[in-house]
């Protein structure tokens, strides 16, 4: 028995690997977790990036959807719908944002909504590098400094809409982390979730100095403050708005 659970443990990572890129690391239910101390990742600055597409069409992602498609087999011959994220088709409005929590104690929330964008080289050490309102090429972007591990205790990267545009059922969101060394690593907001206007990702916690990153994926139908009470960060909130594109 012992030799097979030597050589069980040997057998399958605990992560897969996504879309054919040896370089890739894709997080999924199944395998949710990755450290990044044990891919060589765990100092230089972490790239976490944003981007969004519209749904191409309904029967997108239908091997999920088998038990609906069984029951309206009609839905297989539904033309395609936009494929494109400009602003004079559709407004689809998706924000980056990060609630963190550091070892002093200190606790805060970087987003574009309120300009509270952070800093890289002090406190909290996660900035974000602004608001793309059309889902362009490139994004929403943060970073965080990772030579400032120690004083991270944990962050949760969360996605929002804003108010008046379409929600989750609209939208096929990806968000790529970019470590200093090692593999990339992929979460998919692939889910339709037509009520929910929030969804927390993923959290990087700092565990006895080795930093996790780990698969959330959870809608929510409010907004910060409801991620707030889910994962007990204890700020105030008030109402945000965005001045006009």
């Keep these: 028995m012992a030799v097979w659970d030597r050589l069980w443990q040997r057998g399958p990572a605990q992560f897969d690997m996504g879309g054919g890129a040896a370089n890739t690391i894709s997080l999924t239910r199944r395998r949710p ?3 990044l101390a044990k891919q060589g990742a765990a100092t230089g600055h972490l790239r976490v990036n944003l ?13 999920r959807q088998s038990g609906q498609l069984l029951r ?12 494109a994220h400009t602003q004079s088709l559709v407004n689809v409005d998706l924000d980056l944002g990060c609630l963190y929590e550091l070892s002093n104690g200190a606790k805060g929330v970087v ?5 509270f964008l952070g800093s890289t080289t002090e406190a909290p050490f996660v900035r974000i590098s602004g608001d793309d309102r059309f889902g362009s090429g490139s994004g929403e972007t943060a970073y965080v400094n990772l030579d400032h591990h120690e004083e991270i ?4 990267f969360f996605v929002y809409i804003y108010d008046q545009t379409p ?3 609209r939208t096929h969101a990806l968000l790529t982390l970019y470590p200093s060394s090692g593999p990339r690593v ?3 907001l692939d889910e339709r979730e037509p009520q929910a206007r929030s969804c927390a990702v993923f959290t990087l916690d700092n565990e006895k100095g080795e930093l996790v990153v780990r698969r959330e994926v959870r809608y929510v139908y409010g907004f910060q403050a409801e991620l707030d009470r889910l994962y007990g960060w204890g700020l105030q909130w008030g109402r945000g708005y965005k001045t006009r594109a």
């Design 167 to 169: 929600a989750f059922d």
């Design 186 to 188: 992929e979460i998919e």
């Design 153 to 156: 205790k944990r962050l949760l």
């Design 33 to 35: 977790m990755v450290s």
């Design 51 to 63: 981007s969004w597409r519209m749904r191409t069409s309904d029967i997108e992602g239908r091997s």
């Design 111 to 115: 987003q574009p909504l309120g300009n």
């Design 72 to 83: 309206h087999p009609l839905k297989l011959f539904k033309p395609e719908v936009v494929q």
